[in-house]
């Protein structure tokens, strides 16, 4: 995963926010599967806190690249 015009932080921060939710998912499936309510309630949050940084990221990505 690289995107031109990102820096190695960058791509490296959006890559870990990815993976966070990767595994987010993965514990909401295992809770529907037992039936059991998830109550990592801090994973949510950081979870949500990432993929802004990430959505803030991709739009100043395509802001200098002219797309809108």
Known sequence: MSG????QRE?????AALNRCRTLVAQIEN????????????????????????AELLKKEAGSAGVS
């Open 31 to 54: 809770a529907l599967a037992r039936d059991t309510p998830l109550r990592d309630t801090a994973s949510l949050a950081e979870v949500h806190a990432a993929l802004n940084h990430a």
């Open 4 to 7: 031109e015009g990102f820096d």
């Open 11 to 15: 791509t490296l921060g959006v890559a």
